[in-house]
């Protein structure tokens, strides 16, 4: 039994907690050679295909991956639906030495793929 004196607040004793938690989306590379910057991504941006592809990996991320490693790297992503979708595939495999695509990726187990 829960007893309210009169002088506690009813604040002091409520506590309540917003319906979706707050949160925050960011983008990294890692590679036996190092680990690039954090990208974050403005709040307001819807993540789909174009906006991966175009913004995401175009403008960020393979530069940085390029800088760090040279002309040759194997890139591999986990399986989020904008990494999977066909243009970005299509675009990965035009762009990159050696991209490990989908068909080939290990089973989803942590023991057997670390990027997921």
């Known amino acids: 039994m829960i ?12 506590r ?7 949160s925050l989306m960011s ?8 680990q690039m ?3 974050f991504v403005d709040p307001a941006v819807k993540i789909n ?15 940085v991956v390029q800088e760090i490693s040279g002309v040759f790297f194997i890139l591999q992503q986990d399986s989020a639906p904008v990494h999977r979708a066909r243009d970005t595939i299509k675009r990965l495999e035009w762009e990159t030495p050696a991209f490990i695509a989908p068909n080939l990726w290990p ?8 990027v997921d």
């Open 3 to 14: 007893v309210c004196t009169p002088t506690a607040s009813k604040k002091r004793l409520q």
């Open 16 to 22: 309540t907690r917003s319906t979706f938690s707050k």
């Open 27 to 34: 983008s990294v590379g890692v590679s036996k050679l190092g």
């Open 37 to 39: 910057q954090l990208i």
């Open 49 to 63: 295909g174009a906006y991966y592809r175009d913004v995401l990996l175009t403008q960020q991320l393979l530069p």
């Open 107 to 114: 089973s989803n187990s942590p023991d057997l793929n670390p």
